[in-house]
C-alpha cells in the first residue's frame, strides 16, 4: 500500500499571544536579566546590603552604585536603542535584513565619534561649551544620519530598495568611513589614541554616570518617538504608493525614519562602540511570535533589546571572569548564525 | 464627479500622456482600456495623486493636487497592478490596514465583511506572502474596499482606482469581483477600472475612455467606444465587433464549417 501524500490544507496562523502579554512576560525577563546582571560579577560583593544601604563596606558601596548600575542602565539603553533602531531600518527598507551595523551606518557614526575627539578641539569654544559631554554623541549621530541618506538614495529607486544594492553601497560606505577613521587615528595625540582605544573596544566596561548622562537623552528620545511612526511603517510594508493611498505622509515618515535611526545608532556607538546584530536578531525574534505589526513590533524590539544586551554583557564578565570579553563578541557569535538562518530561509530577498 | 482636463505626462523624458481628457461619474464604472503601453496605468497613477501630471484634476469640485494624503485617503482607495507585501503579515492585518486609512475605521466588523466579498473570509489568518497570486489581488481588493466601504458618506461619493483588479482571476472570481464593483457604483459610489478584457468591460462598463498612444481615440458608453474602427485604429489590427441575437433566436456561425 502506497501512502497518498496529499497536500495539507494551508496552516492557519496559530494564534499569536496578545500584544499586552508578550510585553508583560518582556518586562519580566528584562526584570530578571537586571538582576542577574547586578547580581553575578567578579568581585564578591554584598548587593542587596550595598542597594538598601545595611551597613555596606565601602568598597560594595562603590562597585554596585559606580561600576555596575552605570553598566546596566547603560547597556539597557544600548540595547533598546540598537534593536529599535533595527527595526525602524528594516520597516524602512521593507527588508529583515536591513540593520544598522550592517550596512554602513554604524561604521559612519563611528567616524563621527573619531572626528569629535580627534578634531574636537578645534571646535570654537562656545560650540564646545554648549554640546558638552554630548559632542561625540552628536557627531556620532551627524554621521549615521549623512550616512543612511546616501544609503536610501544609492539603494531604493522609485519606492523598491534593491537588497544588493543596499548591501554593497554599505560596504562601500564602511570602507571609506573606516580610511578616514584610519587618518584620523594618524593626527591624533597621545591623549587622543588612548581615548580612541577604549572607545573602539565597543564595549560596556567603562561605564559610568557620565556615559550615561552623554547618551541616554538621544536613546530615550528615539524609544519614546519611535511608536509614533509605527503605523506609517506598517503601510510602507505595501510599497510607497500604496502607503501613500491610505493617507500615510510617506516622505515625512522616511525622513524622520531616517534620523531617529541615525540618532539612536549614532548614540549607541558613541557609548559603546559598535555592537552588531542586536538590531537584526532582536526584532527577527519578536516578529516570528508577536507578528510584524510596528505598533506592538517598536515597543517590545526595546524590551528585548534590554534585557539581550544585559544577559550578554553578562555573559561577557563572567565567561574568562576576572578578565572580560569584549560584548561584541558575544552578540556576534549569538547573532551571526541567526542572520545566516534568515538568509537561508528567504534566499529570494537578495534577488531585487 | 472626477474630471480630468488636458492631461500631459512624461516618465522618463517620453511623454506618455498627450493632452488627455477624462470624465468619470459615480453610480456607474468607467473603464480605461487600450493597448499595452497606451498610458492607462499612468492615467490612472495620475487620477490618484501618484503622479504630478500638467493639467487639472478635480475630485467632487476639489483640486486634487490641494487635497492633503489623509483627506484623498477618505475619500478614494487604490488597487494597484501588483504589491507585494514586506514582512509576515496576516491577510486580516492588511485589509485592517486599509480600514485603518477610511473613515469606517471604527468598525472592526468591516474586515471580515470585506473579506467575504472577495470570497477569501476562510483565509483571513494566513499570510498573505503565502497567498496564490488571484487570492492575493482580492486580498488587496479587499483592504481598498474597506478603505471606502460605505460608497456615499454624508451624500459625497467614495471612489474605487482600480489598476487590471480582475487580470489575474479565474472566471468565476472575475464575474465576482465585476459584479463587486457593479453594487459598489449601484450605490452611489464611483468606479475607474483600467480594464484589459474588452468582453467584460462591455458586460459592466457604463462608461469607456479607449487610450491610444497617450492620447483619447474614443470616450463614451460601449456601444460607440467598442466599434470595429476605434478599436482597429488603437489595437493595430482588424478587429470586428459582434452582437448575439436576441434569446430565443437560433443562429449559426459560418466560421464553424469544415470540410464533410
Not at chain 1, 559632542?135 to 538614495?153: D, E, K, M, N, S
Not at chain 1, 597621545?190 to 561605564?207: E, P, V
Not at chain 2, 483619447?216 to 478587429?239: F, I, K, N, Q, W
Amino acid at each position: 500500500m502506497v501512502a497518498i501524500a496529499h497536500r495539507e490544507a494551508p496552516p492557519r496562523r496559530p494564534g499569536r499571544p496578545a500584544p499586552g502579554l508578550v510585553m508583560a512576560g518582556l518586562a519580566l525577563l528584562l526584570a530578571v536579566a537586571a538582576g542577574v546582571g547586578l547580581f553575578q560579577g567578579a568581585a564578591e560583593t554584598s548587593v542587596r546590603a550595598a542597594l538598601w544601604g545595611e551597613g555596606a563596606s565601602l568598597r560594595d558601596h562603590v562597585i554596585v552604585w559606580d561600576i555596575r548600575l552605570p553598566r546596566l542602565v547603560l547597556g539597557a539603553l544600548v540595547g533598546a536603542a540598537l534593536a529599535v533602531s533595527g527595526a525602524l531600518m528594516q520597516g524602512l527598507f521593507r527588508n529583515p535584513l536591513a540593520d544598522p551595523g550592517l550596512v554602513g551606518v554604524g561604521a559612519g557614526a563611528g567616524l563621527g565619534a573619531v572626528l569629535a575627539i580627534v578634531l574636537g578641539g578645534l571646535l570654537p569654544p562656545a560650540v564646545l561649551a554648549v554640546a558638552g559631554v554630548w559632542t561625540v554623541p552628536l557627531a556620532a549621530f551627524a554621521g549615521g544620519w549623512i550616512t543612511t541618506l546616501v544609503l536610501y538614495r544609492v539603494a531604493t529607486r522609485g519606492g523598491r530598495t534593491s537588497m544588493a544594492t543596499m548591501l554593497l553601497a554599505g560596504i562601500a560606505i564602511a570602507a571609506l568611513a573606516g580610511a578616514l577613521t584610519g587618518v584620523m587615528i594618524y593626527l591624533a595625540d597621545d591623549r587622543q589614541l588612548r581615548d580612541l582605544t577604549f572607545w573602539g573596544l565597543g564595549s560596556l566596561a567603562g561605564a559610568n554616570w557620565a556615559k550615561v548622562q552623554a547618551g541616554a537623552p538621544l536613546m530615550l528620545a528615539v524609544l519614546l518617538a519611535a511608536p509614533v511612526l509605527a503605523r506609517g511603517l506598517n503601510g510602507l510594508a505595501l510599497g510607497e504608493a500604496a502607503a501613500h493611498h491610505m493617507g500615510i505622509p510617506v516622505e515625512r515618515v522616511k525622513s524622520a525614519t531616517i534620523l531617529l535611526v541615525a540618532a539612536a545608532t549614532g548614540a549607541a556607538v558613541a557609548v559603546s562602540g559598535g555592537i552588531g546584530f542586536v538590531g537584526i536578531v532582536v526584532p527577527h525574534l519578536l516578529r516570528l511570535v508577536m507578528g510584524p505589526d510596528h505598533r506592538g513590533l517598536l515597543p517590545a524590539a526595546a524590551l528585548l533589546g534590554a534585557a539581550v544586551l544585559i544577559l550578554a554583557d553578562t555573559l561577557a564578565r563572567i565567561l574568562v571572569a576576572p578578565a572580560e570579553l569584549p560584548i561584541g563578541i558575544v552578540t556576534a557569535v549569538l547573532g551571526a548564525p541567526v542572520f545566516l538562518w534568515i538568509l537561508l530561509r528567504r534566499r529570494a530577498l537578495l534577488e531585487v | 464627479m472626477l474630471t480630468a482636463t488636458d492631461i500631459h505626462l512624461s516618465l522618463g523624458g517620453r511623454p506618455v500622456l498627450n493632452g488627455v481628457d477624462f470624465t468619470a461619474r459615480p453610480g456607474q464604472i468607467t473603464a480605461i482600456v487600450g493597448p499595452n503601453g497606451s498610458g492607462k496605468t499612468t492615467l490612472l497613477r495620475a487620477l490618484t495623486g501618484e503622479l504630478r501630471p500638467r493639467g487639472a484634476i478635480t475630485l467632487d469640485g476639489q483640486d486634487c493636487a490641494r487635497l492633503p494624503p489623509a483627506e484623498m485617503a477618505a475619500r478614494r482607495a487604490v488597487l494597484p497592478q501588483a504589491g507585494a507585501v514586506a514582512f509576515p503579515f496576516t491577510l486580516r492585518e492588511v485589509v485592517q490596514m486599509g480600514l485603518s486609512a477610511g473613515l469606517s475605521a471604527a468598525r472592526p466588523e468591516v474586515v471580515g465583511q470585506a473579506l467575504r466579498a472577495v470570497d477569501l473570509a476562510a483565509h483571513a489568518d494566513r499570510l498573505f506572502q503565502e497567498l496564490s497570486g488571484g487570492e492575493q489581488a482580492r486580498g488587496h481588493l479587499a483592504r481598498a474596499l474597506a478603505q471606502v466601504w460605505e460608497p456615499v458618506v454624508a451624500g459625497v461619493p467614495r471612489w474605487l482606482f482600480l489598476d487590471e483588479p480582475v487580470a489575474s482571476l479565474d472566471i468565476g472570481h472575475q464575474l465576482q469581483v465585476m459584479a463587486l464593483m457593479a453594487d459598489y457604483a449601484a450605490r452611489g459610489g464611483g468606479v475607474i477600472a483600467v480594464m484589459h478584457d474588452l468582453n467584460l468591460t462591455a458586460m459592466f462598463a457604463a462608461q469607456i475612455t479607449l487610450l491610444n498612444r497617450g492620447r483619447v481615440e474614443a470616450a463614451g458608453p460601449p456601444g460607440a467606444v467598442l466599434a470595429d474602427r476605434p478599436l482597429s485604429r488603437a489595437y493595430g489590427t482588424a478587429l470586428r465587433v459582434n452582437v448575439t441575437p436576441p434569446p430565443g433566436h437560433v443562429f449559426v456561425l459560418p466560421q464553424t464549417a469544415a470540410a464533410v
